[in-house]
Every structure is written in C-alpha cells, then in structure tokens.
C-alpha cells in the first residue's frame, strides 16, 4: 500500500513541477515590456488593435490620486458604520429596539453607498469629468475636478441628485478640487 502511495506522490509531484514549468514559459514568452515611469504610453491605432485586452500604462494625475484619496476614506467610514451596526444586530444583549434600530440604519447605509456609486456614474458621463459624492443623512456633497464647474454643469449636477433621492437643493454642495 505504501508504494501504491509513493507512486502517487511522485507522479502528482512530477505534474506540478510540469505545470509550473508551463506557467514559467508561458509568462516569460508574453511577458510585456517595462514602460519607464513618467513617460506616457503612445500607441498607434494598429497596435491598439493587434494588442487588444492587453493591460497599458496610463499616466494618472493628481487629480486621480485626490479621488482616490477621497474615496478611500470614504470607505473607510462606510465599512467602519457597517462594523458598528452588525455587532449591534449580532449581540444577543442588544434590545430588540436597538436591533431594529440598527437595521433600518444598515439599510439605510448601503442605499446611500448605491446612490453615491449611480450619482458618480452618472455625473461622470453627464460633464466627462471625474467626481466623488459623498451623502451623509440628508446632505450630499459633490466634489468634481479642477476647472470643471460652470453654472450649466452646476444645474446639471443638482438635477441629477434631486432626481436620486429626498434630497432638497439647499443641503446640494458642489465645488471644485482644489490643487
């Protein structure tokens, strides 16, 4: 039985070791060239075509990094509510007020984390510019790029959040990124 055994083990070791030669050989044969950082990557439409799906580097702005930022820190606070509001829903000791208090607030929560995420869609496709939305209680603020802002893009923009939600103009803030 012991050699039924090491038969097996040596024949799975042996197709491990084939499979991961084929992986190597495979990634160093369609590995892509290194792009330097801080140059920008210009391709022809030809070679977009030839090399379509293929991951490029794009030159990120400041711009970029600041949405990032925001939206990182957005969701940190998202995620550290949610914590909060199921250890309250999951504690046996919580009262069945503060569970259901919990509750409507989660749900609350993740309604307000899908009109962020449809309202910085939609407002991306609205004005071509990058945006972060940030909705707390009956308050949203949107924060749009550098230069973006004119009165028609502003009206634009509040009609898009009036039409998300219970949202009245007076708790609407727009501006700009500043850098």
């Known amino acids: 039985m012991s050699i039924k055994i090491r038969k097996k083990q040596i024949a799975m070791s042996a197709m491990v070791m084939a499979l991961g030669a084929a992986i190597f050989i495979n990634w160093y044969y369609t590995k892509p060239q290194a792009q330097p950082t801080g140059e920008e990557v210009s ?45 309250v829903i999951k504690d046996s000791a919580s009262s069945q007020a503060a569970v259901s208090e919990a509750t ?41 790029e550098k230069d973006v802002l004119t009165e028609g893009v502003t009206m634009q923009i509040k009609d898009l959040v009036l039409n998300q939600g219970d949202f009245s103009p007076e708790n609407i803030t727009i501006f700009e990124i500043s850098s």
């Not at 409507?104 to 990058?130: F, N, P, V």
């Open 104 to 144: 409507e607030k989660l749900a609350e929560l993740t309604q307000s984390i899908k009109r962020e995420s449809d309202l910085e869609t939609l407002i991306k496709a609205k004005t071509g510019s990058g945006c972060v939305v940030i909705i707390d209680a009956n308050e949203v603020k949107v924060v749009v």
């Open 43 to 87: 391709t022809s439409v030809s070679q977009q075509s030839e090399s379509l799906g293929d991951a490029q580097y794009v030159a990120a702005t400041a711009n970029d990094d600041e949405f990032a930022s925001f939206r990182l820190e957005r969701q940190t606070a998202h995620d550290k509510a949610e914590e909060t509001l199921n250890k």
